[in-house]
């Protein structure tokens, strides 16, 4: 099983980044996803899940009403979206699968 995270970056508060992770060997379809983050010094925390069709999702409380999970199962890919970034929001973000995970790409809310 392979998960490849992309679309970190530096960001100035208040911006958007879109991120993707593609996720090979599994039918992704048939598999609930999560996002993650870990900010520096800190423990790993759930940030959104999605189920395996993307008719439901859950948010952690800090990113509800300003992030969008979803998926698109003919791509083998599942997105986060996400908007009014704050510096509080910085960290590694990576995607999972069970107890499969890709290796994180890193964002930064910084001005």
């Known amino acids: 099983v392979q998960l490849v995270e992309s679309g970190g970056g530096l960001v100035q508060p208040g911006g958007s980044l879109r991120l993707s992770c593609v996720v090979s060997?599994?039918?992704?379809?048939?598999?609930?996803m999560n996002w993650y983050r870990q900010a520096p010094g800190k423990q790993r925390e759930l940030v959104a899940v999605?189920?395996?069709?993307?008719?439901?999702?859950n948010y952690d409380d800090s990113v509800k009403g300003r992030f969008i999970i979803s998926r698109d199962n003919t791509k083998n890919t599942v997105y986060l979206q996400m908007n009014s970034l704050k510096p509080e929001d910085t960290g590694v973000y990576s995607c999972?699968?069970?107890?499969?995970w890709g290796q994180g790409t890193q964002v930064t809310v910084s001005s």
């Open positions: 999972s699968v069970f107890h499969f």
């Open positions: 060997g599994i039918t992704f379809s048939e598999y609930i």
């Open positions: 999605i189920s395996s069709g993307g008719s439901s999702t």
